[in-house]
């Protein structure tokens, strides 16, 4: 019997691949020996390179191609680049994503101050951000009826966080997506097409660094709310959300489609 999480020489798209998470990704799927195909903005490439060497030694290959997830034509061309190079497409992880300070709503602010053009570019980079390359590299996975996707939802995909209104509405909209999606590939193109979707809890990111840590790196009083709502008593850290993600790539997860893998140190499911 195959090893089902096998995932050795399958090729593995990951979009927002050099952010905290999408670094993350990368490294542990290169490590398993996969082919990865990093997605990022030109100016994401130094970094990209920093992690392709870190797999120098490793079972994995992987190769930098310069897009933008808001952009169809490029993702196209993304995509025949990536078929030249590796043959296929497996997997797709949309990590690809974000907040901006501006379409939050902060304690001192009422929804009068809602910045609506802000509110525009969280709701685009998070849901279209994932709807296109979904559209985009789908196509070589329906050729040959089979591969798996991965998006990325929040807390936020399940109830209604305070202050942060743009992302709250992108992300329950992604886990929308990811339901609607499910059904939508099994009915046209089989039980091969797989399509989930992991909520990681609160990892400590760049984008969130100045929302839950002071400046002289003592907690902010949302973050003491939300480690005091977690079970687990602290942050998750990125590579704990690996193996959800490696079980949803893989054929362990081949009758799972349309499901969100929660991995949030029980926050989603604690109350008082």
Known sequence: MNDLFDL???VVVVTGACGVLGSAIVSYFGRLGCKVA???LERARERSEKLIAGLE???GEAHFFASDVLREDLLQQSREEILQRFGTIDVLINAAGGNLSSANVAPEQTLFDMDIEAMKQVCELNIFGTVIPTKVFLKPMADKGRGSIINFCSMSSFRPLTRVAGYGIAKAGIASWTQWLA????AKFGEGLRVN???PGFILTGQNHSLLVNPDGSLTDRSQSIIAHTPIGR???PDEILGAI???ASDASAAVTGTIAVVDGGFNSFSI
């Open 235 to 237: 942050f998750l850290k």
């Open 57 to 59: 030694g490793t079972p």
């Open 197 to 199: 979707a992991i909520a």
């Open 183 to 186: 059904g939508e590939l099994a």
């Open 38 to 40: 990093l997605l990022g």
């Open 246 to 248: 490696h079980y949803l």
């Open 8 to 10: 050795k020489g399958k």
